[in-house]
């Protein structure tokens, strides 16, 4: 099992950027593929990027591709989502999960084993 820590969420002004951050502990992180979600006011929680385990490949959503980066740092045990051009649509809490099926990588909330609490983002306009 991997416990998640999200943290580096924040106000920011629209073209703005952020870099979040989840702390894994526990069992290694590089025992799984990496995921973000986020969910806005009155929405469904949505994919946002992944990663897999080695960090060698990654999958975006096309509202995010081109802004935001995920990766990853195994020996430290944390993934990151640098958040660039932020616009005030990118408002949400931003969750960090993990897949312990190291297969493709998944874009759905059912596929995903393990969550954090989550961190807010507010872009304002």
């Known amino acids: 099992q991997v416990q998640l820590v999200e943290s580096g969420g924040g106000l920011v002004q629209a073209g703005g950027s952020l870099r979040l951050s989840c702390a894994t502990s526990g069992r290694t992180s590089s025992s799984y593929h990496m995921g973000w979600f986020r969910r806005a006011p009155g929405k469904e929680r949505e994919f946002v990027a992944a990663i897999t385990w080695s960090g060698g490949s990654t999958s975006y959503a096309s509202s995010v591709k081109g802004r935001f980066t995920i990766s990853r740092d195994n020996a430290k045990n944390t993934v990151y989502l640098q958040m660039n051009s932020l616009r005030p649509e990118d408002t949400a809490v931003y969750y960090c999960?993990?897949?312990?099926?190291?297969?493709?990588?998944?874009?759905?909330?059912?596929?995903?084993?393990?969550w954090g609490q989550g961190t807010q983002v507010t872009v304002s306009s």
């Open positions: 999960a993990a897949d312990r099926d190291l297969g493709v990588l998944r874009r759905t909330v059912s596929a995903y084993h393990y």
